[in-house]
């Protein structure tokens, strides 16, 4: 009994299924098809879903990664542009300047006080004491140790620094001190001086050490001193942590004139009990 | 309720015989009929009131989604659903080796089919011996793999519920 009422099943769904096939080509079966997957779409949605999260997670980790190897990118060019510049200066200041310049490579130093760097050429290289060491924005300072193949050099961060510094129009003649680090003081300010906040001061060529018409700072601040007297705060125009080269120049005492040389005169003749001198040339 | 349980793993099998293809084939050539061996397993097991509807339901959306004439699938499962109704009283359904036995002609008939019917369109050697012999035996080995798989699960379920138990 159960048998045929399976075999009646079987044979009328088998000829439902003939019935379907025979009128494949006479009838429009596209609304029935797209209803017969009906059924499967809430599988395939979900793993659309699945697969649309986990590629979303995986361009997200892409992206994140391509960023980060950008920004390193970006870093290294930002690093290569300011190390093109600097070199592009340090060829322009080669050219400019008139003097010898000998390129050092800051080797090192003290990083907390930046009193002193350490410079991988010596007096193999025709370096000696009290030479000056610039660079592209201003001067370092100057050579207070030099073996064979190394030299110490006393930054604008020391304490004993000092250079005579004068204004763009050499018309105010002043000494610069150390005051603090990264900061130089300028004392005697004489009272007709008219410097503001933000000028220039150049060295002004006076001693042994440095040459005339490098740049030595800004003038930061105009303070008052406990005596009453006003002095200058300059900050320096070269950064001493941020140095990786330098320039070791020497002044050439010849070519500038003295104030504190000697006059020589030529005896003419006495007048009573004057003698009379001519001026040589 | 056991019922649309049933249901929604054909539904599945059909979503993964058809949807993903490539997923059970080796080298997107030889296909894993999962639905053969979920018809074979479920012809076995479950009352033909039941597989036979479902079958012819499960047809006409394998039609639908592989564009064959509608009512072809139909007809191949539940003629093969029939034939393994008729023997199921002749067999151990529950060994593996009659398991295996039923899903292979399975296999075998529906490829058959298809090779008799489409072979005229393709006129390929590989083609018939993909269907006539790899991939019911592709189907097979698939077939044993997850039987074991289920087997040693289940035996590992044992131990963990005796254990659970004794303590």
Known sequence: ???????????????????????????????????????????????????????????????????????????????????????????????????????????????????????????????????????????????????????????????????????????????????????????????????????????????????????????????????????????????????????????????VPSLFTEEKNESVGNFGWYRMFRRMK | MIYILWTLILLLSIFVSVIYPPLFSIGSIVRIDILMVALSLFSLYLSPYFTLPIFFIAGLIFDSFYMTPLGYHSIIFLAISYVIFIIKPFIFKEKFLFQMLVISMSVFIYRLTDTVIFFPRIKSVSYVLNNLILSPIATILFYSLIYVLVKILGRAMNIYGRRKQAS
């Open chain 1, 1 to 255: 009994m159960t048998n045929k009422k399976i075999n009646n099943l079987f044979i009328s769904l088998v000829f439902l299924s003939i019935l379907i096939l025979i009128f494949n080509d006479n009838l429009n079966y596209g609304p029935f098809r797209a209803l017969l997957r009906t059924p499967i779409k809430p599988f395939i949605s979900i793993i659309d879903f699945a697969n649309e999260t986990i590629g979303r997670s995986m361009t997200e980790k892409m992206l994140t990664q391509c960023l980060a190897e950008e920004m390193v990118e970006n870093q290294n060019l930002r690093f290569l542009k300011h190390e093109n510049d600097m070199l592009r200066g340090m060829l322009q200041m080669r050219t400019s300047l008139t003097y010898d310049l000998i390129p050092a490579e800051v080797t090192g130093g003290n990083p907390s006080e930046e009193s002193e760097i350490v410079i991988n050429k010596g007096s193999r290289s025709g370096l000696r004491e009290g030479m000056c060491a610039i660079f592209i924005n201003g001067i370092v300072g100057k050579i207070v140790e030099c073996a064979n193949t190394y030299s110490v050099i006393e930054t604008h961060s020391n304490m004993n620094f000092k250079v005579g510094v004068c204004d763009k129009d050499k018309k105010y003649f002043m000494i610069a001190y150390f005051y603090e680090k990264g900061l130089l003081k300028v004392e005697n300010i004489q009272y007709d001086v008219v410097l503001s906040e933000g000028d220039t001061l150049y060295t002004s060529g006076f001693g042994n050490i440095y040459p005339a018409n490098l740049r030595v700072g800004t003038i930061k601040k105009t303070m008052k001193s406990e005596d009453g007297e006003y002095f200058y705060l300059i900050s320096p125009s070269e950064k001493i942590g941020s140095l990786k080269f330098v320039y070791i120049t020497q002044k050439e005492i010849e070519s």
